[in-house]
């Protein structure tokens, strides 16, 4: 009887363990000063395309609608839909309009700052 209630009692530590939300995949949120600081780019755009890659993410094509930091771009390729850590957000629908913090990876497709807390949707009505 004390063996079954230790294999009770281990599967419940078990259970316990694995559905804590440990952080060693969460991103801090940073500071709205934070993220434009870190931020090579800041741009509000519409994405008009999407495209699987050989990297692992997906592309979003925006077009950029204004430049509020950095160098102005036209189109840009934004990294999403990424599962290295949960750090590129799950976003980006055809059509919808963005608000992005951004930084350029080493291929030239940029990526949010601060994960998630780098991309804002705005709504288009």
Do not use: W
């Amino acid at each position: 009887m004390k063996s079954i209630v230790s294999i009770r009692s281990f599967a419940v530590l078990l259970i316990l363990i694995f559905s804590m939300d440990v952080g060693a995949n969460n991103i801090t949120r940073q500071s709205f000063e934070e993220i434009v600081h870190g931020s090579d780019l800041v741009v509000i755009g519409r994405v008009v395309g999407i495209e699987k890659s050989d990297y692992p993410y997906d592309r979003a094509i925006i077009r950029v609608m204004s430049t509020l930091k950095g160098d102005e771009r036209r189109l840009i390729n934004f990294a999403f839909n990424s599962n290295m850590l949960g750090e590129l957000p799950a976003c980006c629908v055809k059509g919808k309009v963005y608000l992005l913090f951004l930084a350029r990876n080493k291929i030239g497709d940029y990526y949010p700052i601060n994960g998630p807390y780098g991309v804002y949707p705005i709504e288009n009505d």
